[in-house]
């Protein structure tokens, strides 16, 4: 069975800050999928990475693949309290595995 | 365009009961996803509708089941509630469904089993 781990499982910051979120597993994907998830709401398609080594940026969000296309990270620069939400990593295969979460809360 | 619609929002049932969640995804859309989100499990794909077939399952027993309609609409059912079937139950509706389709998401229905 296919895990996706990801860490941390909590963070909570202050506004401004930067923060790293990982997603890593055992597995090879073909890509891996960002969601972003508030309270009440399904989760949003952030970004899909494809190819080992890419990196994908929107506003101040960063996203790599790893190079062995088996963990991704978000790195989230000047963090604004609009940015707190459930972050849901998801595997690109028919099986839709989903990350384990990391839920952010920034501080205004 | 309108977003993806699920009804109803909000459900309590007791245990023993069975239960039928609706989804209508986006127009034009053709596929139709179904998962449970808890905090223990977190999110998990229990099936895959496109074309009103089943293409592809998670491992969720038997109790568990769905069809899409010929307008794309789609409907789960839970047979025999369980205190464990408690969860947001969310669909998701692409254009033509797989890995590398977009999914967007609709808001769930949060099932409360007592």
């Known amino acids: 069975t296919q895990l996706l781990e990801q860490s941390p499982q909590f963070l909570s910051i202050q506004e401004g800050e930067n923060l790293t979120v990982y997603c890593n597993s055992s597995s090879v994907f073909s890509s891996l999928q960002w969601y972003r998830q508030e309270p009440g709401e399904g989760p949003v398609l952030l970004v899909t990475v494809v190819t080992g080594g890419e990196v994908k940026k929107l506003k101040r969000l960063t996203f790599q693949f790893g190079d062995a296309r088996k963990d991704s990270s978000l790195h989230i620069t000047a963090a604004q309290p609009g940015d707190t939400g459930l972050y849901l990593c998801r595997s690109g295969t028919y099986k839709y595995i989903f990350g384990t979460g990391t839920r952010l809360k920034v501080l205004a | ?114």
Request: glycine share 12%; net charge positive; charged share 15%.
């Open chain 2, 1 to 114: 365009k309108a977003g993806v619609t699920q009804t109803p929002r909000y459900l309590i049932k007791t245990r023993g009961q069975q239960v039928t969640l609706s989804c209508s995804p986006i127009s034009g859309h053709r596929s139709v996803s179904w998962y449970q989100q808890t905090p223990g499990q977190g999110l998990q794909f229990l099936f895959e509708y496109f074309s009103e077939t089943q293409r592809n399952k998670g491992n969720f027993p038997g109790r568990f089941s769905g069809r899409q309609f010929s307008n794309s609409r789609s409907e789960m059912n839970v047979s025999t509630l369980e205190l464990g079937d408690s969860a947001l139950y969310l669909c998701a509706s692409s254009l033509a469904g797989g890995p590398a389709d977009t999914q967007y998401f609709g808001p769930g229905t949060r099932l409360t089993v007592l």
